[in-house]
């Protein structure tokens, strides 16, 4: 993180808030040395009626698949995690941020067995802009095709999305960023496209949106998952299909898909031009249309937006995120 970063004063940890120096973890976590964690990114966006979490509900949902499928028993329900990542948005009184549910085996086990140790579970928000810069959404990105694949299905299972698996996601964007790109494209093992280190990818051909198919290599985005409501709405035709490499330097348009990213476009593949060189018009329509419903704009068909409510000044001072933990749901 940069320099300014700004610490907001509330993190949320096991049923209460804690100050943000006090979120601290010790050296022997299970999650330190194998791990074993689990997160979501999720965003907060500024709207004229406040403050407004995107798809919150679809997030935790997979936050909680995620930690059924590595045996992890957290001990809070759907519900009690939406009430408590409001409230601490609430409480570090942020008009816009990032929000980060993050569960990790604590210390206990030794060995891979992870048995023996307990389970935290923290909700973490900050600010945070525009995940490749502002310009980045209006003029592009250049980037690269990784040397180091996605790993093969029934390896790493892509659809948890655990701290583990963004080892592969680091080297392919430290690769990218040591030789002058904004960011990488990750192939499968044999060699087709599936989606950035940390973004889905769609490409656009004759007016329609392509997209690589669920082969076991990607993450089942849910900023992805907008992306093709939005298209389909708008009347533009999306396919899935196998994307050999090539078909990335063909392509009319470009662009990634993600929490972070939003809908930013790409301008050029291994110093390719994609199409003019610039974002496309599917790119800059479908990009439009995502915007103007996470920034309050326009109706929020889709009932994709969960709005923040201001603490009162006896929740604020009480905290009735602390709450949840009398109600049996800490471990």
């Given at each position: 993180?940069?320099?300014?970063?700004?610490?907001p004063p509330w993190i949320w940890r096991d049923g209460e808030l804690?100050?943000?120096?006090?979120?601290?973890?010790?050296?022997?976590?299970?999650?330190?040395?194998?791990?074993?964690?689990?997160?979501?990114?999720?965003?907060?966006?500024?709207?004229?009626?406040?403050?407004?979490?995107?798809?919150?509900?679809?997030?935790?949902?997979?936050?909680?698949?995620?930690?059924?499928?590595?045996?992890?028993?957290?001990?809070?329900?759907?519900?009690?995690?939406?009430?408590?990542?409001?409230?601490?948005?609430?409480?570090?009184?942020?008009?816009?941020?990032?929000?980060?549910?993050?569960?990790?085996?604590?210390?206990?086990?030794?060995?891979?067995?992870?048995?023996?140790?307990?389970?935290?579970?923290?909700?973490?928000?900050?600010?945070?802009?525009?995940?490749?810069?502002?310009?980045?959404?209006?003029?592009?990105?250049?980037?690269?095709?990784?040397?180091?694949?996605?790993?093969?299905?029934?390896?790493?299972?892509?659809?948890?999305?655990?701290?583990?698996?963004?080892?592969?996601?680091?080297?392919?964007?430290?690769?990218?960023?040591?030789?002058?790109?904004?960011?990488?494209?990750?192939?499968?093992?044999?060699?087709?496209?599936?989606?950035?280190?940390?973004?889905?990818?769609?490409?656009?051909?004759?007016?329609?949106?392509?997209?690589?198919?669920?082969?076991?290599?990607?993450?089942?985005?849910?900023?992805?998952?907008?992306?093709?409501?939005?298209?389909?709405?708008?009347?533009?035709?999306?396919?899935?299909?196998?994307?050999?490499?090539?078909?990335?330097?063909?392509?009319?348009?470009?662009?990634?898909?993600?929490?972070?990213?939003?809908?930013?476009?790409?301008?050029?593949?291994?110093?390719?031009?994609?199409?003019?060189?610039?974002?496309?018009?599917?790119?800059?329509?479908?990009?439009?249309?995502?915007?103007?419903?996470?920034?309050?704009?326009?109706?929020?068909?889709?009932?994709?937006?969960?709005?923040?409510?201001?603490?009162?000044?006896?929740?604020?001072?009480?905290?009735?995120?602390?709450?949840?933990?009398?109600?049996?749901?800490?471990?």
């Amino acid at each position: 993180m940069s320099s300014d970063f700004s610490f907001p004063p509330w993190i949320w940890r096991d049923g209460e808030l804690i100050a943000w120096d006090d979120a601290q973890i010790h050296v022997m976590t299970h999650a330190v040395h194998y791990g074993s964690s689990i997160f979501e990114g999720i965003r907060c966006y500024s709207t004229p009626d406040g403050p407004a979490v995107f798809r919150l509900q679809d997030h935790l949902h997979r936050f909680l698949n995620s930690a059924r499928v590595y045996r992890m028993e957290l001990g809070w329900t759907h519900d009690q995690l939406a009430k408590a990542s409001v409230e601490l948005i609430a409480a570090n009184d942020l008009d816009a941020c990032y929000l980060r549910p993050l569960s990790l085996r604590g210390v206990g086990s030794v060995g891979l067995n992870p048995a023996a140790s307990p389970m935290h579970t923290y909700l973490i928000c900050w600010p945070w802009g525009a995940y490749l810069g502002k310009e980045a959404l209006e003029e592009g990105v250049d980037v690269c095709v990784s040397s180091w694949s996605r790993p093969a299905p029934n390896t790493f299972p892509t659809q948890a999305k655990a701290g583990g698996h963004y080892m592969n996601a680091q080297l392919m964007k430290m690769e990218a960023v040591a030789n002058g790109y904004a960011e990488a494209i990750a192939l499968t093992p044999s060699g087709l496209v599936s989606e950035g280190s940390g973004q889905n990818i769609f490409l656009v051909r004759d007016g329609a949106l392509i997209t690589p198919r669920m082969d076991g290599s990607l993450l089942s985005g849910i900023t992805r998952d907008s992306i093709i409501q939005l298209a389909n709405r708008e009347g533009i035709p999306v396919r899935y299909e196998t994307v050999p490499r090539e078909a990335l330097y063909t392509a009319d348009e470009l662009f990634f898909t993600g929490t972070a990213a939003e809908v930013t476009p790409v301008r050029s593949v291994d110093r390719i031009q994609v199409g003019p060189g610039e974002p496309g018009p599917v790119t800059r329509r479908l990009q439009a249309a995502f915007l103007r419903i996470v920034q309050g704009e326009e109706e929020d068909q889709f009932g994709w937006l969960t709005p923040v409510a201001p603490l009162r000044t006896e929740e604020a001072s009480s905290s009735s995120v602390q709450s949840a933990s009398s109600a049996g749901g800490g471990n």
